[in-house]
């Protein structure tokens, strides 16, 4: 499936890469928004970048980054507030909680279109955390990542599944099959806002056990 952005709704999509530490949100998530044309923005990688070139940010969440805790809302938030344009995202590693997810749905022109998981299991994620060897991959580090994203992350994540916004895909395969099951649920998630869209609209479950959404039954173009 060779999706750009033409197909992909009228308006630029605001998508929300979520996932364990390891998932790959950040393979997945950069791969998204230079096909969708769109910003990505790692949260991630901005505090990683102000830690780097120690500023006054940086030295200020850097001994938290570096244990795998989570830096303080108010921190975060001013972060995504900066940097987020509005005229469409990839957002990978925000929300991680509710209060950050609330602050998001704030702003009307900031609110996800929608937010895809990418689940693939803990010991999936700790292998290849502890194979990549970035300075918070220590498997204490990582396992205090992980344990975080169970108590804060995923009650953030049914908070936007009870808004209808979460689809999850499977993320155990090679990140080229991940690719395709990201654009799958986009397409579907996301279609172009045609009459025939409208009328061919039904329900269809994304996977077993997930929330049931209305998309349109027409088939996107490949290129
Ligand atoms: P962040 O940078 O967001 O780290 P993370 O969530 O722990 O996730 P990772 O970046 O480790 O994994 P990923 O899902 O991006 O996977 P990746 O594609 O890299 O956050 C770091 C820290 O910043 C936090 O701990 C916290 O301190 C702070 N922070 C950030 N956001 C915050 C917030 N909102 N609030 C408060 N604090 C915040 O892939 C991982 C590895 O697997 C790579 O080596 C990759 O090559 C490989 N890989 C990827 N996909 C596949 C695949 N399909 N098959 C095999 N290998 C794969
Ligand atoms: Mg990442």
């Known amino acids: 499936m060779r999706v750009t952005h033409r197909h992909v709704g009228a308006s630029p999509p605001r998508v929300v890469i979520a996932g364990r530490p390891g998932a790959g949100k950040g393979t997945q998530g950069a ?125 953030t994540l049914e908070w936007l599944e009870h808004r209808g916004l979460l689809v999850r895909i499977d993320g155990r395969d090679s990140p080229d099959i991940v690719e395709q099951r990201v654009l799958r649920a986009l397409v579907r998630a996301c279609p172009p806002a045609t009459d025939a869209s409208v009328s061919n609209a039904r329900a269809v479950p994304f996977s077993p056990g997930d929330s049931t959404r209305v998309v349109a039954n027409s088939e996107y173009a490949a290129e």
């Open 31 to 155: 791969r998204l928004s230079r096909r969708l044309r769109v910003q990505y923005l790692s949260t991630g990688d901005l505090l990683r970048h102000e830690i780097a070139i120690a500023s006054p940010l940086g030295n200020a969440v850097e001994r938290l980054v570096a244990a795998g805790r989570l830096v303080p809302t108010g921190l975060i938030v001013a972060i995504v507030e900066t940097n987020l344009v509005e005229s469409g995202y990839v957002l990978d590693g925000f929300p991680r909680t509710v209060a950050q997810a609330e602050t998001l749905f704030e702003r009307e022109t900031l609110a996800p279109t929608i937010a895809i998981e990418i689940v693939v299991p803990a010991h999936v994620a700790l292998d290849r955390l502890t194979a990549r060897g970035r300075r918070d991959d220590d498997p204490n580090v990582a396992s205090e990542r992980l344990a975080i994203y169970e108590t804060e992350t995923v009650p």
